[in-house]
């Protein structure tokens, strides 16, 4: 007889592939790539929960980070990718319980938690990148300012990540980086609807190379238009 236990747990895991199915289902629709916060209020406040905690404020720490995890979370419904959208969910999961040990004064460096964000931000990097991908290949699902706000995110979200990691992206990185912001301000600029229309030449060649950058292999695929 099988323990309940595992039975609860392939209950859940059924539920939650369901969601993430409906969630793509959401996903073809026109108008449900809906545009990103821009990076100076990103909802994964991540800096500010560090630096509660830095002034032993981590009740405030704790609460911040349960905000930044709703943040995931509403990600997880925009994820159309069921293995990402999965991988969300875990690291939303993960950032949870992080919260429930800042409740209780569990954690003892801010080394765990720059871990944590680091490996958090690297995904949403991903998530952000797929979703960029998606809106060139699908562009009447999508518009410029949507475009452009996955793109300013995935730069956004794998900069933070290597910061959190102590680094800062090397030559070719950075300017893989610099060409998605520059791109990604273009399109926010844009005064058409016309998605093609008012992306520069290069923004197939751009999300390919960001998918390199910020995806695993072989998870990449190509965005160039063809």
């Given at each position: 007889?099988?323990?309940?236990?595992?039975?609860?747990?392939?209950?859940?895991?059924?539920?939650?592939?369901?969601?993430?199915?409906?969630?793509?289902?959401?996903?073809?629709?026109?108008?449900?790539?809906?545009?990103?916060?821009?990076?100076?209020?990103?909802?994964?406040?991540?800096?500010?929960v560090r630096a509660q905690f830095l002034d032993r404020e981590t009740r405030q720490a704790a609460f911040t980070l349960?905000?930044?995890?709703?943040?995931?979370?509403?990600?997880?419904?925009?994820?159309?990718?069921?293995?990402?959208?999965?991988?969300?969910?875990?690291?939303?999961?993960?950032l949870?319980?992080?919260?429930?040990?800042?409740?209780?004064?569990?954690?003892?460096?801010?080394?765990?938690?720059?871990s944590a964000f680091a490996?958090?931000?690297?995904?949403?990097?991903?998530?952000?990148?797929r979703l960029a991908a998606r809106a060139w290949a699908v562009p009447r699902l999508s518009t410029p300012r949507v475009l452009g706000a996955e793109l300013d995110a995935t730069a956004f979200t794998y900069a933070r990540a290597l910061g959190w990691e102590g680094r800062t992206p090397d030559?070719?990185?950075a300017a893989v980086l610099a060409d998605a912001r520059r791109v990604a301000a273009t399109l926010a600029a844009a005064t058409t609807t016309d998605l093609r229309a008012a992306a520069p030449r290069e923004t197939g060649a751009v999300i390919d190379a960001?998918?390199?950058l910020v995806a695993p292999p072989p998870a990449a695929v190509v965005a160039q238009a063809r």
């Open positions: 007889m099988r323990p309940v236990s595992r039975t609860i747990s392939s209950a859940a895991r059924l539920v939650s592939l369901a969601a993430l199915a409906a969630a793509a289902l959401l996903a073809a629709l026109p108008g449900s790539l809906g545009a990103q916060p821009t990076t100076s209020d990103y909802g994964a406040d991540f800096p500010t349960s905000e930044a995890s709703g943040f995931v979370r509403q990600q997880v419904g925009r994820a159309f990718d069921a293995d990402c959208g999965m991988r969300l969910m875990g690291a939303e999961e993960r949870d319980r992080l919260v429930a040990r800042l409740r209780t004064g569990a954690v003892g460096s801010v080394a765990t938690l720059d490996s958090t931000d690297r995904l949403l990097a991903e998530h952000h990148w030559g070719e990185a960001l998918g390199r």
